[in-house]
C-alpha cells in the first residue's frame, strides 16, 4: 500500500481563507443592500417624496419661428409652495425621443421663467413633451437633485 506524501494546507491558512471569504462576500451583501434600500433625502426635515406632492406648476412650450433651427422655448409657471430647482424636458414622438434638463434657472415660489430656449430638441406645433420638475433635498452627501416623476405634466407644442 502506498502512502500519502502530501498534506493539506494548514490550520492557520485554511482560517485565514476562510475569513478573508466571509469579509469579502459580508462586503458584497452590504453593498447591495445599500443599492436596493437607497439613501434617504429629505426637504426641510421631510422626506422628499413628500414634499413633491406640493408641487404645483404649469408649463407651455412653443414654436420659435426666429430660430432657424426649429428649436422650441418653455414657458413655466411656479404655482406651489417649493422653488423648483430645474426641469426635464422630454419629447417623445413617432419614433423620436428627445431630453432635456434645465437647470439654469431656479423658479422661486410664485414665480415663473418665460421663453427659455429648448436647445437640442426641435419642436413643431402638435408635438408631445413631459415636463418633469426636479427640486433640491439634502442626503447624508450633501445636496441632491431629485426629479419628482409623478408630478411630470403632458404637454402638447403650440405654434
Same mark, same amino acid.
Given at each position: 500500500m502506498k502512502a500519502f506524501t502530501?498534506?493539506?494546507?494548514?490550520?492557520?491558512?485554511?482560517?485565514?481563507l476562510l475569513v478573508a471569504i466571509s469579509l469579502v462576500l459580508a462586503m458584497i451583501i452590504f453593498l447591495w443592500a445599500k443599492g436596493v434600500v437607497g439613501e434617504a433625502i429629505e426637504?426641510?426635515?421631510?422626506?422628499? @417624496?413628500?414634499?413633491?406632492?406640493?408641487?404645483v406648476f404649469t408649463a &407651455? #412650450?412653443?414654436?420659435?419661428?426666429?430660430?432657424?433651427?426649429?428649436?422650441?422655448?418653455?414657458?413655466?409657471?411656479?404655482?406651489?409652495?417649493?422653488?423648483?430647482?430645474g426641469v426635464d424636458v422630454k419629447k417623445v414622438g413617432a419614433g423620436t425621443i428627445g431630453s432635456?434638463?434645465?437647470? @439654469?434657472?431656479?423658479?422661486?415660489?410664485?414665480?415663473?421663467?418665460? &421663453? #427659455?430656449e429648448l436647445e437640442d430638441i426641435e419642436v413643431i406645433s402638435g408635438d408631445e413633451f413631459t415636463v418633469i420638475p426636479i427640486i433640491v433635498g439634502t442626503s447624508d452627501a450633501g445636496?441632491?437633485?431629485?426629479?419628482?416623476?409623478n408630478k411630470g405634466q403632458s404637454v402638447t407644442a403650440i405654434g
Open positions: 502530501k498534506r493539506g494546507l494548514s490550520p492557520v491558512i485554511a482560517t485565514t426637504k426641510d426635515g421631510v422626506a422628499i @417624496e413628500i414634499k413633491c406632492e406640493d408641487i &407651455d #412650450i412653443t414654436e420659435d419661428p426666429s430660430n432657424p433651427s426649429g428649436f422650441g422655448l418653455i414657458s413655466i409657471q411656479n404655482d406651489g409652495n417649493i422653488p423648483l430647482y432635456k434638463s434645465i437647470f @439654469e434657472h431656479t423658479i422661486p415660489n410664485g414665480d415663473s421663467i418665460v &421663453d #427659455i445636496n441632491k437633485q431629485y426629479p419628482c416623476v
